[in-house]
């Protein structure tokens, strides 16, 4: 009944910036919590950044707080993560999924951090 669309991901070097966008469709988007999910290789999926449904919290891994801004615009069934200050040990795929995650997972966007 969603459909995710991660969008954004790239080659950034050290220390730059990055905006993915997550275009979610289905029912009741705005009354749930969503969230960024990262996982690199070799590694499990991690959660790395939380939104409730209203806008108004907001939760971070500490790996990415003061880093990373996650917002979302209701209206438009869109949630992003503002990233900046990127390290290579932030690469890797994104993912958008509700909190906690659904079954479902899109095809995420891959962010490679290197020089």
């Known amino acids: 009944q969603v459909q995710l669309v991660e969008s954004g991901g790239g080659l950034v070097q050290p220390g730059g910036s990055l905006r993915l966008s997550c275009a979610a469709s289905g029912r009741y988007f705005s009354i749930y919590a969503w969230g960024w999910y990262r996982q690199a290789p070799g590694k499990e999926r991690e959660l790395v950044a939380r939104i409730s449904g209203t806008g108004g919290t907001t939760t971070y891994a500490d790996s990415v707080k003061g880093r990373f801004t996650i917002s979302r615009d209701n209206a438009k069934n869109t949630v992003y993560l503002q990233m900046s200050s990127l390290k290579p040990e932030d690469t890797a795929v994104y993912y958008c999924?509700?909190?906690?995650?659904?079954?479902?997972w899109g095809k995420g966007t891959l962010v490679t951090v290197s020089s």
């Open positions: 999924n509700l909190v906690p995650g659904m079954t479902y």
